[in-house]
């Protein structure tokens, strides 16, 4: 889009942000994170991000240390939760393996839309992606707005969905949806199909292809032609925006109202980044 929206100084480091996308996404310009920031700094940050529910950060060098600084100014840090490393609130991304074994997760291939630990009780309030080794072309991240999707849909739609809740569940084994959900296997939880975001109020489409298995109370087939439904709105390229990686970019992203998926790349070629996940609520 190239249009600087917003911008602001203080304490003399200013910052501006630009719009990657109609509905969501805004590079931020003139911030090195691996400084501390002052307070204000962080609070305009923090509506920025409020607003376009991805930023992206470019040119960052930062340790572990400087990421995890960087999240704390957001809420509580949370690393891996299937997986130990070496710094627990960083969870790796990668198909790196080290004596034939891998030293992350989510390794290789698709990644279906998802947002993160919809799973568990109180899934994460978002998190912050640092890329530290990339293959030559793939691995792309596509970012939703669950706040455009939900918009788009009519009002007899919204009033169906108003009280719904669906079951989510995660298979570590599949990075894509398989259909087979046995609950003796892997967490699972109930949220509301719809979900009101706790800071801008805003209402967002709250179920995904990944992990949303079925809406309850609801007949088989009327679930699956809903569900249907919402996943096909919250891919649909009008709402998405397609972040091709660099060496150096930091994404921030708000999972309460977004989702996100990860193209196809190649298994030969290295690719490494460094998540640290901000601890979030129970939905409503």
Known sequence: ????????????????????????????????????????VVAAVRLAWLQHQVLLFRDQTLTDDDQVRF???????????????ANPNVMLISNVRENGQ??????????????????????LMGAILYAVELPSTGGNTKFSSTYAAYDALSRDEKRRLSGLTALNAFDYETQVR??????????????????????TGRKGIFVNRLMSQHIVGLPAKE??????????????????????????????????????????????????????????DKPY
């Open 71 to 85: 999240a704390r100014m957001f809420g509580e840090p949370v690393g891996s939760r299937s997986m130990k490393q």
């Open 178 to 199: 398989t259909g087979r959900f046995d609950p003796s296997k892997g967490p699972h939880y109930k949220h509301p199909v719809v979900r009101t975001h706790p800071e």
């Open 102 to 123: 891998l030293i992350g997760v989510l390794p290789d291939g698709e990644l279906q839309f998802h947002a993160d630990s919809i799973y568990l009780e109180k899934p």
């Open 1 to 40: 889009m190239g249009d600087v929206v917003s911008g602001t100084e203080a304490n003399g480091v200013p910052f501006a942000v630009r719009r990657l996308s109609p509905h969501i996404g805004g590079e931020v310009i003139g911030l090195d994170l691996s400084r501390e920031l002052a307070p204000e």
């Open 223 to 280: 679930s699956d032609a809903i569900l249907a439904r919402l996943w096909d709105l919250c891919e649909c390229p009008e709402f998405t925006y397609e972040h091709v990686w660099r060496v150096g970019d930091v994404v921030l992203w708000d999972n309460r109202c977004t989702q996100h998926a990860r193209t196809d790349f190649p298994a030969s070629e290295r690719r490494l980044l460094r998540r640290v996940g901000i601890e979030g």
